[in-house]
C-alpha cells in the first residue's frame, strides 16, 4: 500500500517536474521576443493592407529592433543539448546569421514599402515566412 503511494507520488513529482519544464522553456527572453515580433507583424500585415505605410515604416524599426535583441539570446534548444565551449560558438553562430538575414529581409521589405512597391513586398514576405520556418527547424525546441 505504502510502496503504491510512493509510486504514485513520485509519478506526480516527475510530471510536475515536466510541466515545470515545459513553463522554463516558455519563459525565456528569446520568447518574449518571438510573441512579440509574432504580434507586429500581425500589425504589419494589416498596415499593408490599409496601405498605411508611415506605420508599417515604424513597426518595421520595432521589429527590426527586436530581432537586433533576439540575436543576443541564446535559443533554449542550446541548454536543453547541453552545448557549450565551440560547439556551442558554432551553433550561436548559425542562430545569429540565420537573425541577420531576417534583419535584411525586413529592411528589403521597408525599402520596398517605401517605393510602393508591392510585388517586391510579396516576395519579401514570402522569404521572411521562409527565415521563420528555417529558423524554427533549426533552432526552436519541441518542448
Ligand atoms: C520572422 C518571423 C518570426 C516570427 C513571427 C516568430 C515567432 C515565434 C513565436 C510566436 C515563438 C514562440 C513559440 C511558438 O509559438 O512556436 C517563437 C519561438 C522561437 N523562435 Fe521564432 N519567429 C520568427 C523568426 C525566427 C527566426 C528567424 C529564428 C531563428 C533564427 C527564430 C527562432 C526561434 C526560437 C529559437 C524560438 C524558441 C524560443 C527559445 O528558444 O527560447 N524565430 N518564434
Known amino acids: 500500500m505504502l510502496s503504491k503511494k510512493v509510486l504514485v507520488s513520485g509519478l506526480l513529482l516527475s510530471v510536475s517536474g515536466l510541466t515545470f519544464a515545459n513553463q522554463s522553456c516558455d519563459d525565456t527572453a528569446l520568447h518574449e521576443d518571438m510573441s ?4 507586429e507583424m500581425k500589425s ?4 499593408v493592407k490599409k496601405e498605411n505605410f508611415t506605420s508599417a515604416d515604424e513597426r518595421i524599426d520595432t521589429i527590426i529592433s527586436v530581432l537586433k535583441e533576439a540575436r543576443e539570446e541564446t535559443p533554449y ?20 546569421s540565420v537573425i541577420d538575414d531576417t534583419i535584411a529581409a ?3 521589405l521597408d525599402g520596398a514599402l517605401e517605393a510602393e512597391d508591392s510585388s517586391k ?5 514570402g522569404e521572411i515566412g521562409n527565415l521563420r520556418k528555417k529558423g524554427h527547424r533549426a533552432f526552436k525546441s519541441d518542448c
Open 36 to 39: 512579440m515580433l509574432k504580434t
Open 44 to 47: 504589419l500585415a494589416f498596415d
Open 77 to 96: 534548444l542550446f541548454e536543453e543539448k547541453g552545448l557549450s565551449g565551440d560547439k556551442l560558438a558554432a551553433r550561436q553562430a548559425d542562430y545569429q
Open 106 to 108: 525586413f529592411m528589403a
Open 121 to 125: 513586398a510579396k516576395t519579401m514576405l
